[in-house]
């Protein structure tokens, strides 16, 4: 069996970049996780998954109007923000982690974060904090490391199970560990 749920990603984020640039400003990601790092008071959280951030444009005023709906207090800078959409990705992770773990009876006990999140630290070790369990960070290119492996396996060019392919992508892609 295999337990599928998509967890809105990153393109909360995204699409508050593009928003801001399409103002004319410049937005340096960098810049501005390690922004939303330095808030070191509490942000708030909202559900991540909520329907209403599935669409494209006006990310950052849906955000703030998904906190007003509700009576909450929206974040107030944009560095809050972004830490706000880090944070509640983070427990939107955590929710469906232990929605699979009771739905297969299968514990977690180390969580992968592949792709492009897996270069976001701060993502990363929120992500940690959340799930309460070690983050493996990496490969950043997973799904196209996986389509290679299955055609090199099916071309005879590599051989073993799942676990053999496994050693070998860990062997050559170096991954980054985030403890809660």
């Not at 340096?28 to 209403?52: I, Y």
């Not at 944070?87 to 699979?100: G, K, N, P, Q, W």
């Not at 993502?123 to 490969?139: F, I, K, N, W």
Request: hydrophobic share 50%.
């Amino acid at each position: 069996m295999r337990f599928l749920h998509n967890v809105m990603g990153l393109w909360l984020l995204m699409e508050s970049v593009r928003e801001w640039e399409k103002s004319g400003e410049t937005v340096d990601l960098a810049e501005l996780l390690a922004s939303a790092e330095a808030v070191t008071s509490e942000v708030p959280v909202f559900d991540a998954d909520d329907p209403v951030f599935l669409a494209p444009g006006g990310m950052p005023d849906r955000i703030a109007a998904w906190f007003g709906e509700r009576g909450l207090r929206a974040p107030g800078s944009r560095a809050e923000l972004v830490r706000s959409i880090l944070v509640s990705l983070a427990e939107a992770y955590a929710s469906t982690i232990r929605a699979a773990s009771e739905l297969s009876g299968v514990p977690v006990r180390t969580v992968h974060l592949v792709g492009g999140g897996s270069q976001n630290t701060l993502l990363c070790r929120l992500t940690a904090e959340a799930t309460g369990l070690p983050v493996v960070a990496g490969p950043v290119e997973a799904t196209a490391i996986g389509n290679v492996l299955v055609q090199a396996r099916a071309h005879g060019l590599v051989s073993g199970d799942l676990e053999a392919l496994r050693a070998l992508v860990a062997r050559s892609f170096p991954v980054t560990r985030f403890e809660p």
